[in-house]
Each structure stands twice: as structure tokens, then as C-alpha cells.
């Protein structure tokens, strides 16, 4: 089936198959494609417990085809693996927790065959719902910054989870089925706080980025908010050969698993930018002409560009 394929394979498919790109185009397309195939991609989660790591891990992938370990031993690592991509969920963080501290900063400071860092990117998640953030802070500031060094701000993210329990007197906007704009205000200044504490003392530029794994409203639907927010800002943080890895896992596919956001940007356009800039070398922001993904670049383009979409949206099922 065509949404269980794996995205750069069924690409492929399309690409080879099309009667627009000529044969110089399909070939570079597919050395391409090549070239970012099979690339090992370990994102590691953290934060303190119950903040929603094993959560926000569940909203973006299809965990139950996922090949799982460690999660037979409480307090454990768990792995999930597809293919090439291996998530780890750290158990929640303590601040007392010394041993875990070290265990974290060990894996942060492993290295592959080739010599590179071994984990390609950490998620950091926090509760933007508790009023006190100190473990997280302190877990970021004591632990993850040290390991990571210079490249702390290339090879971490912090997100503040749970925006839906964070802002206790908003209403739940139902009119369009859209949440109010101040769902965000309480998490916003959370953000900011965050933000300044980190640049003052560990000089440290972060922004982190508000969602909710398990959005839940008055009906009984949950749903996830930002979470294609939340794939971009995974995604431009990637060694580029990587991305692709995280595509071609499975994603998760439930029926409006992706569509709320802050509307702030368009959050489709910017991943589909992000990808048709990664296969098809020297693009720049999609290529769009006309707001069309890849016509800057004439015909050929412009087929990747419907080719792509066509994969993406099929990978994400929405539209
Ligand atoms: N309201 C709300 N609840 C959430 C959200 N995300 C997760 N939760 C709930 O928060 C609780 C903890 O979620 P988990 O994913 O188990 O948290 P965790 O960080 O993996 O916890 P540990 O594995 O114990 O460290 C669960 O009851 C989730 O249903 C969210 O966006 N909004
Ligand atoms: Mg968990």
C-alpha cells in the first residue's frame, strides 16, 4: 500500500515512472536519493517524568510498528527502531537522580564508527502546565549543555509540552473547530523566561517551541497542536544527509493527526520547502514560483515538486 511505503523508496517509484523528467533529471534525482538512503538517525527525549515524552514520541510516529527494546524493564531506556532511525525515550529525570544524569550525559558523549556524535539530536520536553520547571532547567543546564558543548544549540531542542493544561482560565475555541490564540500566552512566557535564564547562564540562544502531544478538549476528541511545528523545527536541526531517515519511518497517520497549529506559518509549506530543497540540490526555499513547490526551476521542477507533495501528503494522510 501506497502510505506504508517508505517515503524516499515510493519517491523513487514516482520518479522513474514519470513522463515529464527526462532521463538526465531522473538520474540525478535518484543519485540523489542515493546518497541520503539508509543515513543512521538517534533522536534521544528527555525531560522530567510525566511530561510527555513517550507521548510526543507517539504522536509523530507510528510507534506500534516500531521495533521496541527496554521496555520490559521499568526505569529503563526504551528504543524504538524503524529502519535506520532509532528514537530513545529516556525515563523521567530528577534532579537527585545523579546516576541518570550520568547515564545521559555518557550517551551524549558517545561516538559512531565514522567518529561522529552518536546521538544526532536531543528533544528536550518540559511541561509548560507546571509551575515549576527546575528539574528540566537544571537537567538542560547541569547536564545536556556540558556533553554537548559547542554544539549545544544545533543539537538540542526544548519543547513545552501540554499547552492545552498550561493556560487554566482560556476557553476552548470550538468556532472552525480552531483553538483561541491565547491557548498560547501562559507557554509563550514560559518560553521567554526560559529563553533569558538560558542566555544568561549558559549563554545559551534557545528557543523553545510550545505544542501538545494529547490536546484534549471538552468533546471527547484529542488531538495533537503544532505538531508539524514540532516536525520542522526536529527537521532543520538534522545533518541534512539524516532527514530523509525521518521520513521514511513510519509517521503517524490518524485522522487529523497533523492539521492544528498556531497558524503562525504555514507549517505544510515549510516542510515541503525544507524537502524539495534537500533532493533537489541548489533550490532554496522550495523553489516556488506562483506558489507552486519546485516551478523556479521549470517543468522538471515543478514535477518533483507535485511528485513530493503527492509522497508527503500520502506519508502524513492529510489532504
Ligand atoms: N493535557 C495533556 N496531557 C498530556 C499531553 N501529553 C501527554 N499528556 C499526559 O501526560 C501524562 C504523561 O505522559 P507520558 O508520555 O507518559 O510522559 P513521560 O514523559 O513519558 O513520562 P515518564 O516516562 O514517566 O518519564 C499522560 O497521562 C499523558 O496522557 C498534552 O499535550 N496535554
Ligand atoms: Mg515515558
Known amino acids: 500500500m501506497e502510505n506504508n511505503s517508505a517515503f524516499s523508496r515510493q519517491l523513487s517509484r514516482y520518479i522513474s515512472q514519470s513522463p515529464i523528467l527526462d532521463e538526465w533529471k531522473t538520474s540525478s534525482l535518484q543519485l540523489r536519493l542515493h546518497q541520503l538512503n539508509d543515513q543512521p538517525l538517534n533522536i534521544l527525549f528527555a525531560g522530567p517524568s510525566g511530561v510527555g515524552k513517550s507521548a510526543t514520541i507517539n504522536a509523530l510516529f507510528a510507534t506500534e510498528e516500531f521495533e521496541t527494546s527496554g521496555a520490559e524493564d521499568e526505569g529503563a531506556i526504551v528504543r524504538f527502531s524503524s529502519g535506520e532511525l532509532v528514537l530513545w525515550d529516556f525515563p523521567g529525570y530528577r534532579l537527585e537522580d545523579t546516576q ?6 555518557a550517551t551524549l558523549s558517545e561516538y ?16 509548560a502546565a507546571q509551575q515549576n520547571l527546575n528539574d528540566g532547567y537544571q537537567l538542560i543546564n547541569k547536564v545536556i549543555a556540558p556533553a554537548l558543548g559547542e554544539s549545544t544549540e544545533q543539537r538540542m531542542l526544548v519543547m513545552l509540552n501540554k499547552v492545552d493544561a498550561a493556560n487554566h482560565s482560556y476557553e476552548w475555541a470550538y468556532v472552525n473547530e480552531s483553538c483561541s490564540s491565547e ?21 545559551l ?12 478538549r471538552k468533546a471527547d476528541t484529542m488531538r495533537p ?43 505544510l509549506t515549510q516542510l515541503e520547502n525544507t524537502l524539495f530543497d534537500l533532493v533537489y540540490q541548489d533550490a532554496k526555499d522550495g523553489a516556488r514560483f506562483g506558489g507552486l513547490l519546485g516551478a523556479h526551476k521549470g517543468k522538471q521542477g515543478r514535477e518533483l515538486g507535485y511528485l513530493l507533495r503527492r509522497q508527503l501528503h500520502a506519508s502524513l494522510k492529510i489532504g
Open 112 to 127: 559512531d564508527e565514522a567518529g561522529k556524535p552518536l546521538i544526532d539530536l536531543v528533544v528536550v520536553v518540559l511541561d
Open 183 to 203: 491557548v498560547e500566552i501562559w507557554p509563550e512566557s514560559t518560553a521567554s523566561l526560559l529563553r533569558h535564564c538560558l542566555l544568561r547562564d549558559a549563554e
Open 100 to 105: 541518570s544524569a550520568m547515564q545521559l550525559a
Open 225 to 267: 497542536y503544532n505538531l508539524l511545528k514540532v516536525m520542522n523545527e526536529i527537521l532543520v536541526r538534522l545533518p541534512e544527509e539524516k532527514r530523509l531517515t525521518l521520513l521514511d519511518a513510519p509517521l503517524n497517520q490518524r485522522a487529523l493527526n497533523w492539521c492544528d497549529s498556531d497558524n503562525r506559518c504555514n507549517y
Open 205 to 216: 540562544e534557545v528557543a523553545p517551541v510550545s505544542y501538545a502531544a494529547e490536546f484534549s
